[in-house]
């Protein structure tokens, strides 16, 4: 185990020298970047970079900035499996939220972010205002923006919440941060929640740190977990996390899963919204498969069902 901890603690020291060069060469080209997850998690939350596994490392930058940081990462030897035309697409923008780069030299994986969820989800949260919520962080003597802890809490919950809280590490996050930071402003964070239509996610992870961790937590949420809707979407986080779960079919344990993102949506417009992008629209699958410049994105609808054919046929045959 001794071993096993100080590989992780030298690759995560390595990773944070990158965020720190990567960091620098943005903002020296005048590219504003927030730095999210990775690095920056561990030391809000845990207190130290090397407290917390991490694989890859994530910046958010504004969308006007992309191929100007996108030609950047191609000058520090970074390569990338999407090419610079993809991001002239207007739908591959829309359909996607990050483009991964490698540096093959130190195994080095990179996800440049121009929003934090893809647009099957709520338009409403995709249009946090992100940059009048940051703070900056010291780490190894050089200066990060970060998202503000309320922001941070939020964000944790959507992220988790996204991704039906399939590891038990993002909860431990949730618990680490809201024990390690003193100061939060709990009125801000509903606040944020509400403004941006993801209460019920927020509620989910506090509950759910509280529950696994018994993470002390504002009295608010407290009350939630007496609600009906929170007690029986627990109960099936946790059972998924076990993996005690027994679907009949493959059919019914991917309408579990549309049930548990469409009943996360706030209101009707957010459900409908739900419901058309997931249904009707190209999801970032089509749009990625091969390029197609503006002027004959169309064929991407006329090219999805064969896209659905091949894969669900595939599926069939294993």
């Not at 030897?77 to 359909?95: C, G, T, W």
């Not at 991964?100 to 080095?108: D, G, H």
């Not at 809490?153 to 991704?163: A, P, R, T």
Request: glycine share 2%; charged share 25%.
């Amino acid at each position: 185990m001794k071993s096993i901890y100080m590989d992780i603690v030298k690759y995560n020291m390595l990773l944070t020298s990158e965020l720190i060069k990567v960091m620098k060469v943005l903002e020296e080209n005048d590219i504003n970047a927030i730095a999210f997850k990775g690095p920056t998690l561990a030391q809000l939350a845990y207190g130290d970079v090397t407290l917390r596994q991490y694989v890859d490392l994530d910046v958010l930058v504004e969308k006007n900035n992309l191929e100007k940081a996108y030609d950047l990462f191609l000058t520090r030897s970074y390569s990338s499996e999407i090419d610079k035309k993809f991001i002239k697409n207007n739908l591959f923008i829309e359909k996607n939220s990050d483009i991964q780069f490698i540096e093959n030299k130190k195994n080095i994986l990179f996800e440049l972010h121009w929003k934090l969820f893809r647009n099957k989800f709520s338009n409403t949260q995709n249009n946090i205002n992100i940059y009048t919520e940051i703070q900056s962080i010291n780490i190894n003597n050089s200066s990060i923006n970060v998202f503000k802890n309320e922001l941070l809490i939020v964000y944790l919950c959507m992220h988790g919440s996204k991704h039906k809280w399939e590891r038990i590490e993002w909860i431990v996050d949730i618990d680490k941060l809201l024990r390690k930071v003193e100061d939060i402003n709990w009125k801000l964070v509903v606040e944020i929640s509400k403004k941006y239509n993801c209460n019920k996610m927020l509620n989910l992870g506090i509950l759910l740190s509280h529950k696994l961790f018994n993470t002390p937590i504002n009295s608010n949420f407290i009350e939630k977990q007496k609600n009906k809707y929170y007690k029986e979407t627990i109960e099936y986080v946790l059972s998924e996390m076990s993996n005690i779960t027994v679907y009949k079919s493959e059919f019914n344990k991917n309408y579990t899963s549309f049930k548990f993102h469409f009943n996360l949506n706030e209101n009707l417009y957010d459900k409908s919204h739900f419901l058309k992008k997931t249904l009707l629209e190209l999801s970032n699958n089509d749009v990625n498969s091969f390029y197609l410049n503006d002027k004959f994105s169309f064929l991407y609808y006329l090219i999805k069902p064969f896209r659905l054919s091949v894969k669900y046929l595939k599926k069939l045959n294993k």
